[in-house]
């Protein structure tokens, strides 16, 4: 792995780590979740997160890999696929996160239905470092 | 503007549709080339709004959007049982000619967006001389399925929140957040089981692979517009359909996705203006051949 894309991941998980205060700050997206309590896999494919989510609110978020943790849906792109999908304007096929699926830069895995009845939930949690991240980069 | 009243009228007109009568909900505005225009699969007419308010267009076509039977103000027809609603391809032709039939429309120009793209492929297959023109929006004879259609008709999900958000991504993130919305509302407000019914002729019945080629562009002229953002029908899908048809026009819009004539209204016309502006001169000259 050169340095740009060590960078890149370093940049990403960094993203990823602020989310939970991001969230926190947008009290309407958990009310969204209001519902939904879940352990799940998220992030990038080097360096995903176990999330445990309780009543739409990420409780806690620990960098794995975590020796024998269950989690019950994992969605993982590549850290170029996120850098990508937190552009202010996205490009096409960078824009959705089941855009990233289609075209093979990131996998949804195990049990989905926490993921489908909380679908524009997840959607709108892993972009919430768009309004940040191209400042942060640059 | 306060008081405003926008020129779209609606009305119900009851259409036999392979032996049944169906009661079906349409708006109009304007007068001249009959155009007739299809919602995509879970929605309704309701998108076409601003296409229907359009000042300028309404000089040259009579703009008819219709809801399909399931959709929108068309309730289901009186026999329905409460059987699951699947739509086919011979089934979606029929409501078509149908209903342009009951309309004593003449040589209509039919134009649908995302299954309505589809299915104008296949009024062009076996009955183009019916048409005056057909315009695809995010059409093609057939495109990579991204999702288990399943998820969106189990009573364990809810499903107006699902269809909802699946769509959500097939939008432009330019297109402006309340029409956006408004897209998405048709949506959540969609029959049980009924977009899942529509995907049945997108995703198992409707596969026109291999009968593209036989379309005559010179019976009945066809334009194919997808937006660059649709990642369910892409612009390669568009642009290979397209490449097997003599004579079909292609145009991949920027800043559009699954949903041109609703996500963003202003984009749309953009692209969708040159291709009437074609059809008004086709008319003009065969009325002068006449």
């Not at chain 1, 855009?99 to 989905?112: F, M, P, Q, V, Y």
């Not at chain 2, 399931?70 to 089934?91: F, I």
């Not at chain 2, 929006?137 to 990579?144: H, I």
């Amino acid at each position: 792995m050169n340095s740009v894309s060590n960078a890149t991941d370093a940049i990403i998980t960094e993203a990823f780590a602020n989310i939970p205060a991001l969230l926190d700050q947008t009290p309407a997206l958990i009310a969204r979740g209001r519902f939904l309590d879940c352990e799940c896999l998220l992030g990038p494919e080097s360096h995903a997160f176990h999330v445990s989510i309780r009543q739409g609110r990420i409780v806690e978020l620990t960098l794995s890999p975590v020796l024998m943790r269950s989690w019950r849906f994992s969605y993982r792109a590549s850290a170029t696929a996120f850098a990508e999908y937190w552009q202010p304007a996205p490009r096409p096929g960078f824009h959705d996160l089941l855009a990233l699926t289609k075209r093979g830069e990131a996998t949804l895995e195990g049990d989905l239905h926490p993921f489908m009845t909380n679908l524009q939930y997840f959607k709108d949690v892993l972009a919430l470092p768009r309004r940040h991240f191209a400042t942060a980069v640059s | 503007m306060n008081g405003m009243i926008e020129p779209i009228v609606g009305r119900y007109l009851h259409v036999d549709i392979d032996g049944e009568m169906c009661r079906i909900y349409f708006e109009e505005s304007g007068a001249g080339i009959p155009l007739v225009c299809l919602h995509t699969a879970g929605s309704d007419g309701r998108q076409w709004r601003h296409l229907l308010a359009d000042e300028e267009f309404a000089k040259h076509f009579r703009i008819i959007a219709f809801d399909m039977p399931w959709h929108g103000k068309s309730n289901p027809p009186a026999s329905w049982d409460g059987t699951e609603y699947q739509l086919t391809t011979a089934r979606y032709t029929q409501t078509i000619r149908a209903f342009c039939k009951a309309l004593q429309l003449d040589k209509p120009v039919v134009m649908g967006c995302s299954i309505g793209g589809r299915i104008v492929l296949n009024l062009a297959i076996d009955h183009a001389a019916e048409f005056r023109a057909l315009i695809g929006l995010e059409g093609a004879d057939f495109q990579a399925p991204w999702y288990d259609t399943s998820w969106l008709n189990r009573p364990d999900v809810h499903g107006g929140e699902v269809c909802a958000a699946l769509v959500s991504g097939l939008m432009a993130p330019q297109s402006p957040a309340n029409a956006r919305a408004e897209t998405l509302w048709a949506y959540k407000q969609g029959g049980p089981g009924v977009f899942k019914g529509d995907l049945y002729f997108y995703r198992v019945d409707g596969d026109l692979r291999g009968r593209v080629e036989r379309i005559d562009t010179k019976v009945c002229p066809l334009f194919l517009l997808t937006g660059e953002y649709d990642f369910s029908c892409t612009p390669e899908d568009t642009e290979r359909t397209a490449a097997a048809i003599a004579g079909a026009s292609v145009t991949i819009m920027e800043q559009l996705g699954h949903f041109p004539m609703s996500e963003n209204p202003e984009q749309f016309r953009r692209y969708i203006s040159p291709v009437l502006d074609r059809i008004v001169a086709l008319e003009a000259e065969r009325a002068g051949q006449r």
